[in-house]
């Protein structure tokens, strides 16, 4: 058990740092790593998919993400070369991250949960689906989607046909 256990940390370190580069959007090109922590890992080179099952942790920067399973899926290099020595992955790029099952996503002081969730790298957005909830302090909302818009620090909530947008909203003001 514990040659596999050391097994599965000499791929993830070998893969992962390849991973997580071109989620670089700060304009000095300097932003932090995206670090994944998990029971498993299966790697699929030909569908572009990792997934990460079991406890799922995903952290950025300000941003954690925790899930029973993350599908973490890439794009190929442009250039059709083959990743040579790189690691599984070369130079690609993520394209989105799916997780399903328990999501819970922290920023600041912003909590949202639901039954599953999927990141879009190149919109830097998450969207949250399944009994989603948005907590700021003491403030709730929940619906049946919130969308997280990182790059503009603001979210929408949105409810099915027949349901409805819920809110509870403390006031800061004092008279």
Do not use: H, W
Request: proline residues 2%; glycine residues 8%.
């Amino acid at each position: 058990m514990l040659r596999k256990s050391a097994l599965i940390l000499f791929v993830i370190i070998s893969v992962v740092p390849f991973l997580f580069p071109p989620l670089c959007n700060s304009e000095s090109g300097n932003a932090e790593a995206i670090k994944i922590a998990s029971d498993r890992l299966d790697a699929y080179d030909d569908r572009n998919l990792i997934l990460f099952t079991g406890n799922v942790v995903v952290t950025k920067e300000n941003i954690i993400i925790n899930s029973d399973k993350i599908y973490l899926y890439y794009s190929k290099r442009e250039d059709g070369k083959e990743a040579s020595s790189k690691g599984m992955m070369g130079s690609g790029e993520i394209d989105r991250i799916e997780a399903e099952g328990n999501v819970r996503v922290e920023r600041e002081d912003r909590v949202v949960t639901g039954d599953s969730a999927i990141f879009y790298n190149g919109e830097q957005k998450i969207i949250i689906r399944g009994n989603a909830e948005m907590k700021e302090g003491e403030n709730v909302v929940r619906g049946d989607m919130i969308t997280f818009i990182l790059n503009e620090n603001r979210g929408i909530v949105e409810s099915s046909e027949n349901g409805r947008v819920r809110a509870t909203i403390y006031s800061d003001e004092i008279n």
